[in-house]
């Protein structure tokens, strides 16, 4: 059963509240397994840019994984451990700021490597390419799938020139999403058949995300394994950079219910939106899980949650509860320090849920507080 210890009458919302006991239990179960293994594990910045807790994950983690050129500048200045940066294409106003910044480049396709590889190598940084071992292990999922047909996410096997490797130290892959170690397993296996002479040439590879390492039924001995046969066989450095793992089950939003209305099943207005500030729910979708309450159906009063856009379609879920609802009610969503703040907007003017850190010692700490000013600078 989810549960939260803060007083929910005592944040202003909408907010999200970052969990700093959570945060740390998840950060020590990846550092257990980097202190078992020698893998270095670093945060994959887009899914939990809270910078403010960089110092704290630091002192856990090897560093940062970037997407690019913003990232790769606030890792090195709010971390400033090592720094890895991937992104489909690099643009000549920024690669040399982005080298500079991080010490593993990878590159998405051999053109990309040939415009940039010398200046890499002239800044005494390390190259990388990201692979397609071409091994889906999603079904359904599309739009997070980097191995589905016609996908531009690294290079295929029939793309790659094995003759054309001057400076490339590492191979890089990501194909995983929210999954276990068995399909991190398969994955290797096509690697191997796919890339095994060039893994022999390579220095380090690096794992990407999507491995669900800090979720209860993940199987880290199986992850382990899959560690020390890159390490023992090829004599390879690992890497893997997930973002989910890290923040995991790590952050709160909280909402106030402004209304309750009625049209074939009776409906709350919320001060949240799914569309603004938990763009997953639609994107992936998925139903987040909400304290103290049931499936539809499940507790006695049921209801749909939406939110105050316009969008029709910008709903939650629907719920059910013990008691009635009631205007003024605080309702808690869990799981909300990924892909929210990272991702939340402002459609229809929808404000900003301030930035909370919830600290070990029960107290809150406000990281950053949103206004009018927020929506108006962005246009
Ligand atoms: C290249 C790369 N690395 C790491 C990640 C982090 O994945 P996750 O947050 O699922 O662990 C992603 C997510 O899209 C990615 O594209």
New binding site residues.
């Given amino acids: 059963m989810m549960k939260y210890n803060f007083d929910v009458n005592k944040v202003p919302t909408p907010c999200y509240i970052a969990d700093e006991s959570a945060l740390i239990r998840n950060l020590e179960i990846l550092r257990g397994v980097s202190e078992r293994t020698g893998a270095k594990i670093l945060l994959?910045q887009?899914?939990f840019s809270c910078y403010h807790l960089y110092p704290m994950i630091g002192e856990y983690l090897a560093g940062t994984?970037c997407?690019g050129l913003f990232e790769a500048k606030l890792g090195y200045e709010e971390m400033g451990k090592e720094n890895h940066v991937?992104s489909a294409a690099y643009r000549e106003s920024e690669i040399d700021e982005i080298i500079s910044y991080c010490g593993h480049i990878i590159f998405n396709s051999f053109t990309q490597l040939d415009r940039y590889r010398d200046r890499v190598l002239a800044a005494g940084k390390k190259i990388g390419l990201?692979i397609n071992p071409e091994h889906s292990t999603q079904e359904g999922h599309e739009i997070?799938d980097?191995c589905s047909p016609k996908s531009r996410?690294g290079i295929t096997r029939r793309n790659f020139r094995d003759d054309d490797l001057r400076g490339v130290t590492g191979l890089?892959f990501?194909t995983?999403?929210?999954q276990n170690s068995d399909d991190l397993e398969t994955t290797l296996d096509a690697i191997e058949e796919k890339f095994g002479d060039i893994l022999h040439k390579m220095e380090w590879i690096n794992f990407?995300?999507?491995?669900?390492i800090t979720r209860e039924d993940y199987d880290i001995p199986r992850l382990e394994r899959c560690i020390r046969r890159m390490q023992e066989k090829y004599g390879l450095e690992v890497f893997l950079?997930?973002?989910?793992?890290i923040a995991l089950n790590a952050g709160w939003l909280v909402t106030e219910v402004l209304d309750l209305t009625e049209n074939d099943m009776p409906i709350a207005i919320l001060d949240t939106s799914a569309a603004c500030h938990m763009p997953d729910v639609l994107e992936m979708p998925y139903r987040p899980p909400l304290v103290g309450s049931g499936e539809k159906g499940e507790k006695k009063y049921s209801y749909r949650l939406g939110s105050q856009t316009c969008l029709a379609g910008d709903v939650i879920g629907e719920y059910s509860f013990d008691e009635p609802l009631k205007i003024g009610d605080r309702l808690v969503f869990g799981d909300m320090a990924?892909?929210s703040m990272v991702k939340n907007n402002t459609f229809n003017g929808m404000p900003l849920p301030h930035i909370l850190l919830l600290k070990k010692d029960g107290s809150f700490e406000t990281l950053r507080s949103f206004g009018y000013d927020d929506f108006k600078e962005r246009l």
């Fill in positions: 994959a887009k899914a994984a997407s991937f990201r997070y980097p996410l890089h990501h995983l999403c929210e990407g995300g999507g491995h669900h950079e997930p973002g989910e793992a990924i892909y």
